[in-house]
Structure formats: structure tokens, C-alpha cells
């Protein structure tokens, strides 16, 4: 069996959803599932963030970070949800309108409202470069800074791992099956100690030991 952290992908949404295609034969609704996007919120009142707080929404990660300030991550599968089943609420309206100028078309343009989409004037969204997520406090980027990793081997091998993944994964069927899973910083650093008691301990040993170095500041605050 192998593991591999994917360290050296393109960080543009449409540059990776184009390495996903090209170098894996992802189709699109899959890939999307591995891309994920990172936003600052400001709200000048509760009840929006309530009411999103409300609904059972799986697959975002939602901090706040100063007194009505906010800090969301999600992937591409989970916007598209947010939009066929949630555009009653201010925020995923605010969402759609930014995002849909923000990022390519064929991400969203199959779930895009019929009907025009009105903006709330007391939520402000920021999309965030990947060098702005670099930035982040330690305790933040561990959380929000989002890692793949790719798995290749037999059915009998990976099928005992698939309780380890915390989040939706890719299952690409083949002579060997292929599991992609995207995981935060802290959850990479669960899941990799797992691995090392049960399988791979050598390979998932040195993968730890890259992620290490690449976010040291991380390992002190997890």
C-alpha cells in the first residue's frame, strides 16, 4: 500500500481542479471535494451567524476570531450544497454573490438560483489568498489550513482505513483502488499517528516529519 501527502499542488482553485483531472482522471464533483477555500467574515449583528449556526451543515470549519468576526473553510462540494439547499439564509446569499465573481464559473454554474440573489448589507466577506492562510495564527492555520493525501492499494487494505478519515474522501476504482482525503493540520497529525500504530508506520513517520517542517509554529498549539 501507499500514502503520499500531495505537498506540490497548485494552489489556485481552477489550477487544482485541473491537476485533479489531468493527473488523477478526477471528474469535476469529486475533485470538488478536495478544494477547499478559506473566508474572513465580518457581521455588524448575531442573527445571520445564528441562523447558519442553526442548520445542520456538515464539512465547515467556523471559528470566530474577534467579537463578530469570523473565519470559515470549506470545500467546493460544500458551497455547491450551501447553495441548492440553503439560499434562504443572508450569509450563503452573501456567499453566492461573491463567490460566484470570485471563483470559475464551472464551479458553480449548475447550482446558480434562477431567480436574482439580493446581498445583506451587515455581512462582509473576504476570500482569502493561500499566502494570507500562511499567515494565520498557529492555532488557526492548524485548523483551517487544509492537506491531501492520496492512498493507493487493494480493497482489502484500504477498506480498514476508512474509519480513520474524518471528512467525505475520493474512492477511484481500478487494478488498485485510490482514496484522496483532505484533512486540516490537526486532524493530518490524528490520522497520521493512527496509521503508525496499525499500518505504513515508516512512511506515515516521515510524512509527520514533512508536515513538521513545513508548519512548525503548528506542532507547539495542537
Not at 489531468?22 to 478544494?35: H, R
Not at 464539512?59 to 439560499?87: P, V
Not at 449548475?110 to 455581512?123: E, F, G, M, R, T
Not at 490537526?186 to 516521515?206: G, M, N, Q, R, Y
Amino acid at each position: 500500500m501507499e500514502i503520499k501527502w500531495l505537498s506540490n499542488i497548485p494552489q489556485e482553485p481552477q489550477d487544482f481542479l485541473t491537476f485533479l483531472k489531468k493527473q488523477y482522471n478526477l471528474p469535476s464533483e469529486e475533485a470538488f471535494k478536495l478544494i477547499y477555500i478559506t473566508l474572513k467574515l465580518k457581521a455588524l449583528s448575531d442573527s445571520p451567524i445564528y441562523k447558519f449556526l442553526e442548520r445542520t451543515i456538515s464539512g465547515i470549519k467556523f471559528d470566530e476570531i474577534e467579537k463578530r468576526e469570523y473565519l470559515l473553510t470549506f470545500s467546493i462540494y460544500t458551497l455547491r450544497a450551501l447553495i441548492r439547499e440553503h439560499l434562504d439564509l443572508k450569509l450563503v446569499k452573501n456567499l453566492y454573490l461573491i463567490l460566484s465573481k470570485k471563483l470559475p464559473k464551472e464551479f458553480i454554474k449548475d447550482v446558480s438560483p434562477k431567480h436574482s440573489v439580493i446581498a445583506s448589507q451587515d455581512i462582509i466577506l473576504e476570500l482569502l489568498s493561500q499566502e494570507e492562510k500562511i499567515k494565520l495564527p498557529s492555532f488557526l492555520k492548524a485548523k483551517h489550513l487544509i492537506l491531501i493525501f492520496y492512498l493507493k492499494g487493494t480493497c482489502e487494505e484500504l477498506i480498514t482505513l476508512l474509519s480513520l478519515f474524518p471528512n467525505n474522501y475520493v474512492l477511484k476504482e481500478g487494478n488498485l483502488y485510490q482514496v484522496f482525503t483532505s484533512l486540516s493540520i490537526s486532524e493530518a497529525l490524528i490520522f497520521l499517528l493512527k496509521l503508525k500504530e496499525e499500518v505504513l508506520k515508516d512512511t506515515a513517520e516521515k510524512i509527520l516529519e514533512n508536515i513538521k517542517i513545513f508548519f512548525p509554529e503548528c506542532f507547539g498549539e495542537i
